[in-house]
């Protein structure tokens, strides 16, 4: 039951709380004006106001969003393909995760009725002996690019050295970008549309959006909640796509344990 100064809180804030119901409506644990005040009754009652206002900094991909942004990003590979060389999708990673279903959206999105410009990691073998394709990958996301470089090094042997090779990615960090980029010698050039630099850290002094009592708050809520507190390579990221949450999130948006994130990576 919430104690009667959540009940005050839910009512006074009733406005805020329908609005983020709307705006994060469209993911995948369907949350509700009920979900976000249940999620709010783990803080103590004094901290109800540094709950709020963190899920109003929720940075949230909803579809339509994502949408939009991979018709920028085919608008931004037309742009790069300036030797019309035959481009070529690839997911950025194992069938059935997050890249490959972006893969399906980007084709609908940008009215691409060539499925046999859209493969799988699988089929790269296939086209090895090509030297005229500009090989694109799909991703959502890039954090710290372990994880890029870690398939990259598994991938890179069946990629013909003559051809473009591209990871895209809706948004990554700044130092995620230069890890891969450098990790992979230049091979592997990144496109994005948003990059997420220092002030993007939840808990980093450069984040001028909290102060330093509320991050420290947030921080010992985190803590509290465990699961990777600051997320993987305390990436510290309040960032959300509308069918996952990176695990470069911080903890209690995303975790599933003592603590139940809003947000968790496996409902």
């Not at 005229?132 to 991938?155: C, N, P, R, S, Y």
């Not at 002030?199 to 002094?205: E, Q």
Request: glycine share 6%; proline share 3%.
């Amino acid at each position: 039951m919430p104690s009667r100064t959540q009940r005050s809180f839910f009512q006074e804030k009733s406005g805020d709380i329908e609005a983020l119901a709307r705006n994060f409506s469209g993911y995948a644990t369907n949350i509700d004006e009920y979900s976000i005040r249940s999620w709010l009754a783990q803080f103590d009652d004094n901290h109800l106001d540094v709950g709020l206002k963190l899920l109003k900094h929720v940075e949230f991909y909803k579809q339509p969003r994502v949408v939009h942004e991979l018709q920028v990003l085919h608008e931004t590979l037309e742009q790069i393909n300036d030797n019309q060389r035959e481009m070529i999708f690839c997911a950025f990673g194992q069938a059935g995760k997050s890249g490959d279903s972006l893969l399906h959206t980007y084709r609908i999105a940008n009215h691409i009725p060539t499925l046999s410009s859209f493969i799988h990691l699988t089929d790269l073998p296939d086209y090895v002996e090509r030297e005229d394709l500009m090989l694109v990958f799909v991703d959502d996301f890039i954090g710290t690019g372990d994880q890029a470089l870690k398939l990259w090094e598994k991938i890179q042997g069946v990629i013909n050295e003559e051809n473009q090779v591209y990871l895209m990615v809706l948004c990554a960090t700044d130092n995620g970008i230069r890890h891969v980029e450098e990790g992979t010698r230049g091979r592997l050039s990144v496109v994005y549309n948003t990059v997420l630099h220092e002030d993007s850290k939840l808990f980093s002094d450069s984040n001028i959006k909290f102060t330093s009592e509320e991050k420290a708050i947030l921080r010992d809520y985190c803590m509290k909640a465990g699961s990777d507190p600051e997320g993987y390579g305390k990436s510290q990221l309040a960032l959300i796509f509308y069918y996952r949450a990176p695990d470069n999130v911080i903890s209690i948006l995303r975790c599933d344990t003592k603590w139940k994130g809003l947000f968790p990576r496996n409902p």
